[in-house]
T-cell receptor, first 113, second 110 residues
Framework: GAGVSQSPRYKVAKRGQDVALRCDPISGHVSLFWYQQALGQGPEFLTYFQNEAQLDKSGLPSDRFFAERPEGSVSTLKIQRTQQEDSAVYLC???????????FGPGTRLTVL | GQQLNQSPQSMFIQEGEDVSMNCTSSSIFNTWLWYKQEPGEGPVLLIALYKAGELTSNGRLTAQFGITRKDSFLNISASIPSDVGIYFCAGTGANSKLTFGKGITLSVRP
């Protein structure tokens, strides 16, 4: 079946612009995660949804970052007033009920100029 | 944020050689996962480990969950050129999120 998909794959924003990144999880997967991966680093946790409920947002770096999953399927990560330090790859992962394995999408590479 | 310890940062091996990678943590994890990432792609799951002491194989890959639950290793046997990539270990506990290492970049010389 289809894996996790993310769009856009690449996004260039001017400093101060708002961006929205989309994630389509594997069909039927209850849990959805967002991670941020800086160059040369491992992914770092941002936030986690179970169905439409955001259960953990402890990794969001500032109140400029906002995520939603209103119908328990597709999720959007929004970054307001982007800064240069927001430049990174944003990865989405989904997980089936009762399992620990997370499956990742290809990521969105965000470059803030 | 917290990251698991993976070293060295890069490894260079000859095609056909075996290679072993280690991952350590100051915290206990309930599950250890090993991922491989290639340029421009997301991490791909290789092996998942669920119990302390567990040894699991997936083709030429073998991984073990340390007895202390604070470490894991991944072994790749008879390496081939397509093994090139960045290998990440990741641990998860009751809070569901994955904590990753910085990754080891593997290069395979033909």
């Amino acid at each position: 079946g289809a894996g996790v998909s993310q769009s856009p794959r690449y996004k260039v924003a001017k400093r101060g612009q708002d961006v929205a990144l989309r994630c389509d999880p594997i069909s039927g997967h209850v849990s959805l995660f967002w991670y941020q991966q800086a160059l040369g680093q491992g992914p770092e946790f941002l936030t986690y949804f179970q169905n439409e409920a955001q259960l953990d947002k402890s990794g969001l770096p500032s109140d400029r970052f906002f995520a939603e999953r209103p119908e328990g399927s597709v999720s959007t990560l929004k970054i307001q007033r982007t800064q240069q330090e927001d430049s990174a790859v944003y990865l989405c992962a989904s997980r089936d009920r009762g399992l620990y394995e997370q499956f990742f999408g290809p990521g969105t590479r965000l470059t803030v100029l | 944020g917290q990251q698991l310890n993976q070293s060295p940062q890069s490894m260079f091996i000859q095609e056909g050689e075996d290679v072993s990678m280690n991952c350590t943590s100051s915290s206990i994890f309930n599950t250890w996962l090993w991922y491989k990432q290639e340029p421009g792609e997301g991490p791909v799951l290789l092996i998942a480990l669920y119990k302390a002491g567990e040894l699991t194989s997936n083709g030429r890959l073998t991984a073990q969950f340390g007895i202390t639950r604070k470490d894991s290793f991944l072994n790749i046997s008879a390496s081939i050129p397509s093994d090139v990539g960045i290998y990440f270990c990741a641990g998860t506990g009751a809070n569901s999120k994955l904590t990753f290492g910085k990754g080891i970049t593997l290069s395979v010389r033909p």
